[in-house]
C-alpha cells in the first residue's frame, strides 16, 4: 500500500517549480519521513502565505 504525506510550501517559488516540475526536492536529511519516500506515494500539498501577500500560483502554459 502507497503511503500519503503532507507537503507544507510557504515560498512562492517552491511552489511554482513544483506545480511546473511535477515532483519534490528534498535536502539530504536524517529524517525518516524523506526516507521512506517510494515510487508511487502521494504528495498533498499545502500551499501557505499571509493574506493580501500571496497571488495565486498559475502552471506553465
Known amino acids: 500500500m502507497n503511503a500519503a504525506y503532507l ?3 510557504g515560498e512562492r517559488a517552491a511552489i511554482r517549480w513544483v506545480l511546473e516540475q511535477q515532483r519534490m526536492a528534498f535536502p ?3 529524517r ?3 526516507a521512506a519516500l ?4 502521494r504528495l498533498l500539498l ?14 506553465a502554459g
Do not use: F
Open 32 to 34: 525518516a519521513e524523506v
Open 38 to 41: 517510494a515510487a508511487g506515494d
Open 7 to 9: 507537503v507544507v510550501l
Open 28 to 30: 539530504a536529511t536524517p
Open 46 to 59: 499545502y500551499a501557505t502565505g499571509a493574506p493580501g501577500t500571496t497571488r495565486p500560483v498559475t502552471g
